[in-house]
């Protein structure tokens, strides 16, 4: 019997031996792993192939007590695998790790936000850390994980092969090589293993690209649809036990090939097939992709990418005036999340300006209000390509030249994420619906950075207002007679009193021309902020 310590991530590898080896692994033979809990659940699971002889698999088992496994391989050939048959013990976890204490995500029963398996609530906040695997030194990976957990940040966004941006990783070699059929090269994948596992050791979430899709060169796009789903599963395979985020795709215009992304999702994905994760797709800039994969039963939640690459009305009225805001309460409701808003340190379009803090700032919360709270994702020019040197990241001439990744971790944008999730962190934030209509007038239109964002909780407990240069805005307080209100800094946490709300309408002057949030909560919620 082997036992298993617990150790983080929580998982228990096994590992069989074939009694040959096959010329073509990927495509020769398929293997995958019955397993029994000690409750008597079942649970079926893929093998993979790590070379040679080697075939692993990696099983989130999180029930305490006795599992027992068994082999089963498509040529009928199992028996005369060495371990194909054996058992494990999981003793109970009660440490701080959120993954495992409250278990993997999953979508929330309104089907606006992402929990636990527990029901507890999860708050994304991610980092495009896209060639961290592939480029990262160990250790400075760690660090920079370290980081990005004591600053708040709840998931990791990262590729998981080669792409337009990295055609290889730091030892020169990529995820897989030929075409049609391709070859997995193992070793690739051995190196980005332990950087997978620290990700989850930390309680943060690897959300992890299968197939990068913006360009010829990427595998979404050069890759044949068969090719293409066996990359696919195979690193499904070999990373879901860590408890995982999929983006199918990366960076894709999905409707041009809608059809075929869904064939792979549903192959990918299969029903039935335990611990795979929540999956969404990543599309390109200023791309909504929702009404395409909405009915997808793999598709778990809507991903989209408000970008850095368009001007300053593009990057900002796509948010509140498109698809994010008056799309997300569609059937069925999905979760809405902005996977890339603007870089910070990126040039603007046309400009030899970049995006700065107040940017970052503007487009989290514009993302937070504008469709149900959810969460928000935050980048870097100089962390999303791991750059180790001064330059402008390979095939993005329009970026600009970035600072060192270690320099970016500390940026002033990731400063006001760490504040952005403290004060969301005090708020029942959960509860959150947009409500445009509390805002009588905006008071700067036509300015792309003056929309003014409300969002109100349904039993009206609790409303929040962004005002992006502050002033004076006219607000629908009928909502909200006799709740307190408190004007709240996004850059420090300062908090600063306001009026209480009272009245058919009521107009509120914010502490300056700076970005400020407008709370206003019910007795029973002040407590709690």
């Known amino acids: 019997m082997l036992i298993q310590r617990a150790p983080l991530p929580y998982f228990f590898e096994g590992i069989f031996e074939s009694p040959r080896p096959y010329d ?42 006795v599992w027992k496994y068994q082999l089963k391989v498509s040529d009928g050939t199992e028996t005369e695998w060495l371990g194909h048959r054996s058992e494990f013990r999981v003793l109970p976890y009660a440490g701080p790790n959120p993954l495992y204490r409250h278990g993997p995500l999953r979508v929330a029963e309104e089907g606006t936000h992402l929990v636990h398996q527990d029901g507890t609530p999860f708050f994304w906040l991610a980092d495009t850390a896209w060639n961290g695997l592939l480029k990262a030194e160990p250790e400075d990976w760690e660090w920079y994980l370290d980081k990005r957990k004591e600053q708040g940040f709840t998931a990791i966004q990262c590729v998981m092969t080669q792409w337009r941006a990295c055609p290889v990783d730091a030892c ?22 332990p950087k997978v596992a620290a990700i989850a050791r930390r309680g943060l979430v690897p959300a992890l690209v299968l197939l990068w899709a913006l360009t010829q060169r990427d595998p979404g796009r050069c890759l044949s649809e068969e090719d293409a789903i066996h990359l696919a599963r195979y690193i499904v395979a070999r990373y879901s036990a860590f408890c995982p985020v999929w983006f199918l795709g990366g ?55 408000s970008s850095h690459s368009g001007d300053l009305q593009r990057s900002f009225t796509w948010i509140y005036d498109g698809p994010p805001a008056k799309e997300w309460a569609e059937a069925p409701r999905k979760p809405v999340i902005n996977l890339e808003p603007c870089y910070e340190e990126h040039l603007q379009t ?52 970035t600072p060192l990744w270690h320099e970016a971790v500390v940026a002033p944008g990731a400063a006001c994420m760490s504040v952005l999730k403290h004060l969301f962190d005090g708020l029942p934030w959960w509860r959150l619906r947009p409500a445009p209509h509390l805002v ?51 850059r420090t946490a300062e908090r600063v009193e306001a009026p209480l709300a009272s009245g058919e309408r009521q107009e509120y002057q914010a502490p300056d021309r700076a970005d400020w949030l407008l709370l206003f909560t019910r007795a029973s919620e002040s407590s709690s902020t």
Do not use: C
Request: proline residues 7%; hydrophobic residues 40%.
């Open 350 to 401: 046309g400009t030899d300006q970049v995006f700065d803090a107040r940017h970052v700032r503007i487009a989290s919360y514009y993302s937070l209000l504008v469709s149900p709270a959810a969460g928000v994702t935050y980048g870097h020019a100089a962390i999303w390509p791991w750059a180790e040197q001064a330059e402008s990241p390979l095939d993005h001439l329009g970026a600009g030249i």
């Open 251 to 305: 960076d894709g215009v999905y409707g041009q090939d809608l059809e075929r992304w869904r064939r792979i999702g549903r192959a990918v994905f299969v029903a039935g097939e335990g611990q795979r994760g929540l999956a969404t797709m990543h599309p390109a800039g200023n791309h909504w992709v929702g009404g395409g994969f909405r009915e997808e039963p793999w598709y778990d939640f809507i991903g989209y990418q």
């Open 440 to 490: 009588v007038e905006q008071p700067l239109p036509g300015d792309p950075l003056g929309y003014v964002a409300a969002a109100l909780a349904e039993d009206q407990s609790i409303a929040l207002v962004y005002l992006p240069q502050g002033g004076k805005v006219a607000l629908d307080t009928a909502a909200l007679r006799g709740a307190a209100a408190i004007w709240l800094n996004p």
């Open 24 to 65: 073509d692994p990927l495509q020769g033979v398929e293997a995958w792993v019955e397993l029994t809990a000690p409750s008597g659940r079942t649970l079926t699971i893929p093998a993979f192939w790590d070379g040679g002889r080697i075939w692993r698999f990696r099983v989130d088992a999180r029930e305490p007590g």
């Open 172 to 193: 020169g070699e990529r995820a897989f090589e030929g075409e049609e059929p391709i070859r997995i090269n193992p070793a690739f994948f051995r190196r980005l293993d």
